[in-house]
């Protein structure tokens, strides 16, 4: 089992910066990969950043050129730094884990997920 604990999560104006954190602990060796998902009320959840153990990050449409996701490998730690929020960045930001495989030719398997149990960002106007 591996265990999420997010922290950063708050209110803050449009314009503003904001940097989560989500340490991981238990059972490390299985997985390889961590990152950030949100979710609005009424919206289906959505990637936000994933980087892997060896830093490759992936981004979703939305946070690119103003989020960036970092890890502290001897921490277990991976941060999400979002600048230039907006308000429909406000949701609940959840960190996930898991073990990814990738076969090549765009073939990837997911497992060994893990969730955590969310922070609330609100980006006020």
């Known amino acids: 089992q591996v265990q999420l604990v997010e922290s950063g999560g708050c209110l803050v104006q449009a314009g503003g910066s904001l940097r989560l954190s989500c340490a991981a602990s238990?059972?490390?060796?299985?997985?390889?990969?961590m990152g950030w998902y949100r979710q609005a009320p009424g919206m289906q959840r959505e990637l936000v950043a994933t980087i892997t153990d060896g830093g490759a990050t992936d981004y979703g449409d939305s946070v690119k050129g103003r989020f960036t996701i970092s890890r502290d490998n001897a921490k277990n730690t991976v941060y999400l730094q979002m600048n230039s929020l907006k308000p429909e960045d406000t949701a609940v930001y959840y960190c996930?884990?898991?073990?990814?495989?990738?076969?090549?030719?765009?073939?990837?398997?997911?497992?060994?997920?893990?969730w955590g149990q969310g922070t609330q960002v609100t980006v006020s106007s």
């Open positions: 996930k884990a898991d073990r990814l495989t990738d076969y090549g030719r765009g073939f990837t398997s997911s497992k060994n997920v893990y």
């Open positions: 238990g059972s490390i060796f299985s997985i390889n990969r």
